[in-house]
T-cell receptor, first 114, second 111 residues
């Protein structure tokens, strides 16, 4: 059974650009959640999608957005990139909504903003 | 602000030692997760707990709901257990309803 796949693994972008990250969940999983990890702040919750609907959102500016498709694949978009957006972005998939079941994490996308 | 506190932040031990990592949280939760992160970033889910105790191989996780405290134990530790161990909770009411994470415990097991 394939795990959670995130693409790309590494990305370098310039300040002001936008970026789209992709997450393919484990087959049959309906929830995808996104996280940002930085040395200073650690892991922080961004948002969760369940059956194509955003269930909840962490404390991040509106430049961070996401969506989920009918096949449960999810994308995360960050517009007008800032240097502080440099981080490891992780997604996790769950069979049910995140609060009710175990989460399986992808390897992450390491984003560097220059 | 609902926080998750982990201790110790750093732990170095000899192979074979019994390891305990602690996690405390501030308000009621619906579930607590223990995660393992190796260099390179990948995260592995070790346990999800809402009560009691779970065991998987050499790993044991316990939770005390009344005391708002959980522990992760590693028996017969091995150098391959070296990693960052992260506690995360799902708060049961209010807030963003996503996972809230501790800062992690950096564990090094020396041969």
């Amino acid at each position: 059974k394939a795990g959670v796949t995130q693409t790309p693994r590494y990305l370098i972008k310039t300040r002001g650009q936008q970026v789209t990250l992709s997450c393919s969940p484990i087959s049959g999983h309906r929830s995808v959640s996104w996280y940002q990890q930085t040395p200073g702040q650690g892991l922080q919750f961004l948002f969760e999608y369940f059956s194509e609907t955003q269930r909840n959102k962490g404390n991040f500016p509106g430049r961070f957005s996401g969506r989920q498709f009918s096949n449960s694949r999810s994308e995360m978009n960050v517009s007008t990139l800032e240097l502080g957006d440099s981080a490891l972005y992780l997604c996790a998939s769950s069979r049910l909504a995140l609060k009710n079941t175990e989460a399986f994490f992808g390897q992450g996308t390491r984003l560097t903003v220059v | 602000k609902n926080e998750v506190e982990q201790s110790p932040q750093n732990l170095t031990a000899q192979e074979g030692e019994f390891i305990t990592i602690n996690c405390s949280y501030s308000v009621g939760i619906s579930a607590l997760h223990w995660l393992q992160q190796h260099p390179g970033g990948g995260i592995v889910s070790l346990f999800m707990l809402s009560s009691g105790k779970k065991k998987h191989g050499r790993l044991i996780a316990t939770i005390n709901i009344q005391e708002k405290h959980s522990s992760l134990h590693i028996t017969a530790s091995h150098p391959r257990d070296s990693a960052v161990y992260i506690c995360a909770v799902m708060y049961s009411g209010g807030g963003a309803d996503g996972l809230t994470f501790g800062k992690g415990t950096h564990l090094i097991i020396q041969p």
